[in-house]
């Protein structure tokens, strides 16, 4: 077993899966997109996890290489059915490369927020053991406005309809963030896009504000980080091999 990673940006990485990973002996491989990293063969991992980043994913122009991760994702997901976890940008991108519309949300959502599980999501091997209602942080102005054909919608909110989605049986996309760890609100709310954002949202200094109100919860965000990570990597190991 062997993970792929794609970054967009360093300090978005896969937080404290890193941890669960590294606990499991599981190695993983990072390809910094952002950075110019080349995309390797598909066929050395088993399954594709993508993380979040502050372009948006119709932004081909400033960020060319979208383009070829776009089409990665689509080998990976239609071609190989290799098991694919988007988390934010990487689920916008599973839902525009697989035919979904993406664009900008009806009003962003940053800070801690809840999503609510849909019927099919209380039922999902992904979601098991975790609360119907589910607190989480949010940091996005984009969404999937569509998803693509054949999606199930599994969580949605009072502002994004499609908070996480399942194509197939093993591609998700989840539009919040579970990854969370101590430095993540302090160090993104260093990024000037996230900083911009959440000050429009939460206004001047909120910061500071919003990282002790997440250090608080962290033992909880631990706890269905880890649950949500064991029920992916249990459909990780059950795939069958090609």
């Not at 937080?15 to 997109?33: H, K, N, S, T, Y």
């Not at 993508?50 to 994702?73: C, F, S, T, Y």
């Not at 190989?80 to 976890?85: E, S």
């Amino acid at each position: 077993m062997r993970i792929l990673v794609f970054q967009h940006l360093d300090i978005e990485h896969p937080g404290i899966f890193r941890d669960f990973l590294g606990a499991d002996g599981i190695p993983w491989d990072v390809v910094e997109l952002d950075a110019g990293d080349p995309i390797p063969d598909l066929d050395r991992y088993t399954a594709l996890v993508a993380m979040g980043g502050p372009m948006d994913v119709w932004e081909e122009d400033q960020h060319p290489w979208l383009v070829p991760e776009k089409r990665a994702i689509r080998a990976a997901v239609v071609d190989r059915q290799m098991p694919y976890l988007g988390i934010c940008l990487g689920h916008q991108l599973l839902g525009d490369a697989l035919g979904g519309r993406v664009g900008k949300a009806s009003a962003p959502e940053v800070g801690l927020m809840q999503v609510n599980l849909t019927g099919a999501g209380q039922t999902d091997p992904l979601f098991a053991g975790i609360s119907p209602v589910l607190e989480c942080l949010q940091w996005h102005g984009a969404a999937v406005l569509t998803p693509p054909p054949g999606a199930t919608v599994l969580a949605s909110s009072p502002l994004c309809d499609v908070q996480a989605m399942r194509v197939g049986r093993h591609a998700y996309g989840i539009q919040f963030h579970v990854e969370v760890m101590a430095e993540t609100v302090p160090q993104w709310s260093a990024v000037p896009e996230y900083e911009a954002a959440l000050e429009k949202v939460l206004g001047a200094g909120a910061g500071a504000t919003l990282a002790r109100e997440t250090e608080a919860r962290l033992p909880a965000f631990a706890r269905d980080a880890r649950t949500l990570y064991d029920n992916f990597m249990g459909m990780v190991r059950s795939r069958p091999r090609p």
